[in-house]
C-alpha cells in the first residue's frame, strides 16, 4: 500500500514495450526504416500523453522522470527569463525535485518565496497574492502532494498567474490517473508527470510546456525532441508511458472512488480503533488513495518494519527512515510538532487493493502500534499521567 | 538495509520492559530528533543483575537498545562501562552508517544508568571519555 | 550496419531487465522488502559497470544516457571549479552533447578552447599543451569519435591532465565493448557511458566520478545515488546496463578483432572497386567496427535511402540528413570540403554481422553510388573534363 | 518520413537525362550546401516538349526534380513559370518542412531554364516574383 511511492509496471504496458528493445529497437533520428517505426511510436505515445492532460502533441517533451521534468522546468524558465525578473514562488510542501531545484537556483541569482501552506496542506491564494512583485517571472506549486495528499487550488492559481502574465509550473507527478487533468482549462504553462507513479516503468517522465512558453534547453546535445532535449530516446519506455497514462485516465471517476471509498474505511478504522491518532493533510480535498496519520508516542521507521514484516508496504515522514536530520518538511509546514511527525505512517492505496487487505492492513497497523507503545517510554508516561489524573 | 541480527532483536526485544524500583535509571535522547532510550538497572554487589529497557525509536535504536541490556547483564559496573557503541554495532553484525547514533545512544544510557546508581550510593559519577555525543554529523553529505 | 547509432538489445539482456518491471518493483529508496530487493540490484549493476572500466563500484553513478553523463560532467565540473578558474578545453570534433553543453558553458562566464584535430582525427597533444593557461580546470576529449572512429591518445592526454591537476573527462560512449578502458590506468577523472550502444537498454547510462573528484550536482532532488543524482532509479534500465556491460567486455580482444577484420575486407572493397572514394578518419586507431568513406559527386542522404530499400542501415554525415545547414562538423574538423562531405556514409559493424553481409553491402553500395553519380550533374562534369584531358 | 509518392519518384526518377543541344538549360543550388539541379528543356511553339533533369542532392531534391519535370512537360512556358514550389511539394504529397528547399530550387531551376531559352532566342528574361529564395531560414531553432 505504497503506490505513491512507486507501482508495478502493468503487465500489458510491459508487453507493450517489449518489441522496442530487440526488434523495433532503430534510433529515432537515424533515416532508415527501422527509425522511422521508432519515429512513429514515439509520436504516438505523444499523442496519448497529450490526449491525457487536455494538451496538444506538439506541447509534450519526453524526459527521464518527474526529477528531471522539474528541474528542466524551474531552471529553464528561470534562465529564459532572467531578464525580466528573478523573483520566483513556490510552497513549502513541495517535492525536493522542486525544493532542491529552487535552492540551486538560488545560489545562481534568483531569490525564492516558500509560501507557507494551511493546517490542511494547502497554500493560500491571499498568501500568492501578497508574495507576487514585479520581479516574479514563475510560479511552482504541486498540483497535489505526495505524502499527504492535499490538493491545491491549481485553477485559482492558474487564472491568478495567467491574468498577471507569470508563468505556472505544476508537479503533477502524483495527480495522473488519480485526479482529472486539463492543462488549457486550469491555466497550466508548464506541468511535470513520471510514469512509474500510474503504472508505467521507472525513469521516463514528461513535460509540457504550453505553446508559446519558451524556456531554455536543459539536457544539451542532439537534436532530439525538436531540438529540446538531446539523448537518443527511450524508445519503450516513451511508448510504455503513452500505453501506461491512457489507461490511468480511463474510467478515472470509477477507479478512484472505488479507491477513495476503501481508502475511507480505513481511515475511519484507524481513527476510531486506535487511539491518540490524527489525520494529516485535508479530509476531502487529498488524492483517493492516500492516507496520512500520526500515532503518538511512536516512531514511524520501527512501525513500517513491523508492517512490511507482515507484507505491507507503507512510508512515513519520519527522518529516521530517510537517513535526514529533519522529520517530513511537509508534515513540519502544517504545524506538526516534530515527535509527531515522526510517528507518521502514509498507505496509498492502488486500484488492486481490495476490501480484505484494508481489513488487514488495519488489524496489522493496531497490532504493531500497540506493540511499539508497550516499549515506548513516551507512552508509559502517558499512561501513567492519565492515570494520576483520573 | 538491516542485518538478520538487528531484525532477530528489533522483532524480538530482549529485556524489555521497566524495573519499577531500579537501581539506577538512565535516559537520553530527545522526542525531536526521533528517539529516546531509557535503561533500568538492578545491582547487587558491583553485578548488573537485572536490566530493562523502554525505546521510541527506529527499528536501529530498538535493537541496540535490546543488545546493549544484552550485553551488560551480569556484567560489573566497570565491565558494563567499557562497553562500547562499536560493541554494540558489532554485535548486531554491523548497522548501516546512517544508524551508527543509535549505538552511541545506547551506550550513553548505559553510562547514565549507571552514573544516576552511583550518585544515589553517594559515588563520584565517572566520566564520559569524550569524543561521540549523539550527532547526526555524517549525514551533512546532502547535495 | 549502423551499430554506433545504436543496437537492439540483446534478449538476455531484456530477459534480466523484465522482473524488475512488475515483480520486484520496490522504489529502491523505500524500507521494505521489495525495495531492498531493487536496491540489491542496483548495487549489483553498479560493481559490473565499474569491474568492466577499472572502478569502483562507489565511482559510478546511473544516469538517463551519455547526453545526461556527458552534461552533468561539463556542468558539474565547470561550476564546481568555477573559483579556481573558468577556462575549459574540449575538441572540435566531440558528440554534440558536449559540444553543445560547452557552448551554454560560454554564455555562462566560462570560456572554451575547441582543440583542432589533425587529417585523421586526432588531437595533437601539443595542441593541448599550448592551450592550458592557469584558468584551465578541466579538459574533455572523447575516447573515439562515433562519425569517423579516431581513437585518442587517451592515456597521454590522461597523464598530461592529471600531472597539472586538472579534470579529466572524457566521453566513452562509442568505446565500452570495442576497445579496453581502464579509468585508473588512464588518469580518467570522469567518464560517460550509455547502454544502447552496446547492446543495453536506451535512456540508461552512467557517469564515472574518481573518488575524491567533487562536482556538482546536475538533477537536484531525493538523495539518490547517493544524493549525487536525484530520481526515482530506472531499475529494469540499471539492471539491463549491468548485463549488458558485463558481456560487452568480455572475450573483447576475440570479438574485436573478427569486426575488425570484416570491416577491413569491407573498406577495402570499397576503395578498391568504387572511384573516387576516400577513407576518412584513421587507417588503424580506429573503432573496429567503423567505416567512414565519401563518394565524390554524390550526396549522403539519398545514397542512404537507396541503401535502406536493399535493407542496409547506415548514416552519413551529409547535412540534408541531419536537418542542420552544415554537413557534419567531424568531417570539416579533418579538412575535407563541404561538398566531400556531404558524401559521407558512415558503417559500423557490430557482432551479428558476417563475411555475407559485407559482401551485400559492397555490392549495393556499389550499384546505389552508381546510380546517383549516373543523375549527378558533378559526376558528368567530371566525365567529360576526364575525357577532354585524355 | 517521406511520403510514398516521393519515395516512388526518388526510386524510379522521370526525365532523369541530359539533352545535348537544349533549348534551354538552368542550374541551381551549389555544392557546399548538397544539391544542385540542372534543367535541360526542349521548346516547340512555346512549348516544352521535352525536359531532362540532372540532380546532386538528397532524396527529396531528387524527387523534386522528377516530379517538377513531370508537371512542366507538355506545357506552354508561361504555364511552366508558374509551376510554383508548392504545386511541386503538393504533387508529391507533401515535404518535410526541412525539405522545402528542394522544392524550391525546382522552381527557381525552371525558371532559370526558360530564361535561359528566352535570352537565346533573343526575349526579356521574365522577373522572379520575389519571395522565396533557395534558404534554410526555417532551420535556425536549433537549440
Ligand atoms: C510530487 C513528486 N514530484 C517529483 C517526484 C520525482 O519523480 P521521479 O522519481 O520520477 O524523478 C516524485 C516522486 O518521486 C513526486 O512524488
Ligand atoms: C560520442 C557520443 N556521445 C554522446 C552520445 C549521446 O548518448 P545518448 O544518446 O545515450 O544520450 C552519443 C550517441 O548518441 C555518442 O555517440
Known sequence: MDHSATTATDPAVVEAMLPWFSINYGNPSSLYRLARDSKAAIEDARKRVANAIGAKPEEIYFTSGGTESDNWALKGAAFALQKRGNHIITSAIEHHAILHTCQYLEKHGFQVTYLPVDEFGQVRIEDLRAAVTDKTILVSVMFANNEIGTIQPIPEIGAFCRERGILFHTDAVQVIGNLPVDVAAMNIDLLSLSAHKFYGPKGIGALYIRKGVRIDNYLHGGGQEHRKRAGTENVPGIVGLGVAIEKAVVDLEVKTSRIRALRDVLLDRILHEIPNTRLNGHRTMRLPGNLNVSFEFIEGESLLLLLDHAGIAASTGSACSSGSLEPSHVLLAIGLPAEVAHGSLRLTLGVENTQEDVNYACDEIKKAVERLRAMSPLYVDYLKKRSCNV | ?143
Open chain 2, 1 to 143: 538495509m538491516y542485518s538478520e541480527k538487528v531484525m532477530d532483536h528489533f522483532m524480538n526485544p530482549r529485556n524489555q520492559g521497566e524495573i519499577p524500583d531500579a537501581d539506577g535509571v538512565g535516559e537520553v535522547g530527545n522526542p525531536t530528533c526521533g528517539d529516546i532510550m531509557r535503561i533500568f538497572l538492578t545491582v547487587k554487589d558491583n553485578i548488573i543483575t537485572d536490566v530493562k529497557f523502554q525505546t521510541f525509536g527506529c527499528g536501529a535504536a530498538i535493537a541496540s537498545s535490546s543488545m546493549a541490556t544484552e550485553l551488560i547483564k551480569g556484567k560489573t559496573l566497570e565491565e558494563a562501562w567499557e562497553v562500547s557503541n562499536k560493541a554494540v554495532a558489532e554485535a548486531l553484525e554491523g548497522l548501516p552508517p546512517i544508524k551508527m547514533h543509535c549505538s552511541v545512544l545506547a551506550e550513553e544510557g548505559i553510562h547514565k544508568a549507571i552514573n544516576d546508581y552511583r550518585i544515589k550510593n553517594g559515588l563520584e559519577p565517572w566520566e564520559e571519555k569524550g569524543g561521540h555525543t549523539h550527532s547526526h554529523d555524517d549525514l551533512t553529505d546532502e547535495e
